[in-house]
């Protein structure tokens, strides 16, 4: 099957003066430091408050008024508890549990018990190398294979101490800050790209990334889809454009908008605004509208709608006046033409007669270019060539328009970066 591709120079907007967003860059980096030496010491207060634990909650330092457990009765008893032990086995009686590490701990009372302990809650005592672990709680687990290889060893298996709780290592305030501010950058950045891509998109510049169908450039009923078939060997004809099915031929980017200003409005067809543009397309319909007598008629009906689609992307017409004028122009090429070669024939041989016209050595060669673009359009089953030259191009003000073509059209249809 074949599938369409749109936008396939700029659909990610990487060509189209990306440097503009990297300007913003430096405005990135000041904000993330207003965030960082500003707004962190605002909002450390309530971090710090948010991530210390409650006083004598499990895993916070056992003041004076937590009673230490010699025995696993006292602490069942007591609720909350703490230790006194020595460095030695908080260093070396240890194994580990994932990223956890357990301490092996004797009571006085002989028993053995496992204990997870937060070793930044510890308190010294007056004896050296003795501490006062954290709060303690007495809590039920399912032991896992690393400690039940000390179950041999008459450890206690169904209960382990809780000396760790919630807690939660906290940030210094200057680290606070730090982390703060790389986090603003870094969703300040994201939110540039994000909204330099909806802004792109909106103005024209290139397609949607992943809602193609959303294009607001591609046809929006069946008398755009069909219009811009009359023009889409123009549109396939040039490195700059990107072809059909596009009212414009190409989005919108700053090199197409002023080529298309200066150049191919302005300097070759003398159209500055929308009167002129205007003029310049009745003149050239009306010279074959109810005539059949005429020569060229292609090249110039093809042109017509050509120039509302530029002049649509300049933005000298609206879209209402675009589908007014389309249809206008769409009717007298069907009224001349019988079908979508009869019409590329006479556009054709239009262009070579210009060519010749206008002294080209080269006439010859560039129609036949042209014409095996044509050749190559009609091949394609979901192609321009495939909307039925009959296709009604009624235009009612306000109306959205008939659109079973132009769906069938969107179904097979994709942009791409490539």
Avoid at 27 to 39: G, H, K, Y
Avoid at 322 to 332: H, I, N, P, Y
Avoid at 362 to 379: C, G, Q, V, W
Wanted: net charge neutral; charged share 25%; proline share 4%.
């Amino acid at each position: 099957m074949a599938r369409y591709k749109v936008s396939n120079k700029n659909i990610y907007g990487f060509k189209d003066n990306i440097y503009q967003m990297f300007l913003l860059v430096p405005v990135i980096i000041v904000l993330a430091l207003l965030a960082e030496f500003c707004l962190g010491p605002l909002l450390y207060k309530g971090y710090q408050k948010d991530a210390t634990l409650e006083k004598d909650a499990a895993g916070s330092e056992a003041g004076a008024n937590i009673p230490v457990a010699e025995s696993i009765e006292e602490m069942e008893s007591l609720g909350t508890f703490t230790f006194i032990t020595s460095g030695t086995v908080l260093k070396y009686d240890t194994f580990r549990v994932g990223e956890d590490i357990y301490h092996r701990i004797e009571l006085p009372s002989g028993e053995k018990v496992f204990a997870h302990i937060n070793k930044k809650a510890l308190l010294e005592t007056d004896e050296v190398g003795v501490y006062r672990l954290p709060v303690g709680q007495w809590r039920e687990w399912e032991a896992p294979e690393e400690a039940r290889i000390y179950e041999a060893n008459k450890y206690v298996m169904d209960h382990y101490v809780d000396m760790y709780g919630d807690y939660v290592p906290v940030l210094t305030e200057a680290d606070y800050g730090m982390v703060l501010g790389r986090a603003a950058s870094a969703w300040l950045f994201v939110i540039v790209m994000v909204l330099y891509r909806v802004i792109g998109v909106r103005r024209w510049r290139f397609a949607p990334a992943f809602f193609w169908k959303r294009d607001p450039l591609l046809p929006r009923n069946d008398l755009e889809c069909w219009c811009a078939s009359t023009f889409a060997i123009w549109s396939h004809s040039f490195p700059m454009l990107e072809g059909w099915p596009l009212v414009t031929g190409v989005h919108g980017n700053r090199r197409a908008v002023a080529n298309f200003k200066k150049v191919a409005l302005g300097e070759q067809w003398d159209i500055r605004n929308r009167q002129e543009g205007i003029r310049t397309v009745h003149e050239l319909v009306e010279k074959h509208a109810g005539r059949f007598d005429t020569e060229y008629a292609g090249w110039d009906l093809c042109r017509a709608t050509q120039l509302l689609g530029m002049m649509y992307l300049v933005k000298m017409i609206d879209r209402e006046e675009l589908d007014r004028e389309f249809s206008a122009t769409g009717k007298v090429i069907q009224q001349q033409f019988s079908s979508w070669d009869a019409m590329a024939e006479s556009y054709l041989h239009g262009y070579e007669a210009w060519l010749n016209r206008i002294g080209s050595k080269d006439a010859a060669l560039s129609a036949a270019y042209r014409r095996n673009i044509f050749e190559k359009l009609k091949t394609n089953p979901d192609g321009p060539y495939s909307v039925p030259f009959r296709t009604d191009l009624t235009w009612v003000p306000g109306s959205k328009g008939e659109r079973a073509e132009v769906n069938r059209v969107l179904a097979r249809y994709r942009a791409s970066g490539m």
